[in-house]
């Protein structure tokens, strides 16, 4: 029982583009105690979260796993932080799981993701650890 459950968890990394790397988290990396806003970008147009939901946000971020094999294209929903004065782009989608974060937003622990030349022009891929709807922020 415990062999078939270890063979489903990783054929369920695989299929997220997650490997080994996943148990690296968002807050590893990004100082997430120091993102000052976040505002949404969704069907709805844009709304910024206030200060009760920028903390549950926060946690929500933090929890996210690094997914260093996932290749998905974003669309236009995604949010954006503003982290010490600097306002970052996230992409994302409505019920996806992921988001692309850029580079310049890593300020912890570059080394473990390689070079910004290893992702192909693209940002970092993060999964939400929990379900997240990013269009029901209006």
Known sequence: MVL????????LL???GCSARADYRFKDFVAVEAIESVTMRNNAGTYRLNAAELRRFKQTLSRMQFCPDARLK???IGFTLVLRGHAYS???RTHGEHVEVPWELVSKHREAFGSPRDSHGHGLIFKFTEPVNLDNYR
């Open 14 to 16: 695989g299929l997220s």
């Open 74 to 76: 974003m669309g236009a």
């Open 90 to 92: 996230i992409a994302g």
């Open 4 to 11: 078939i459950r270890a063979v489903c968890w990783l054929c």
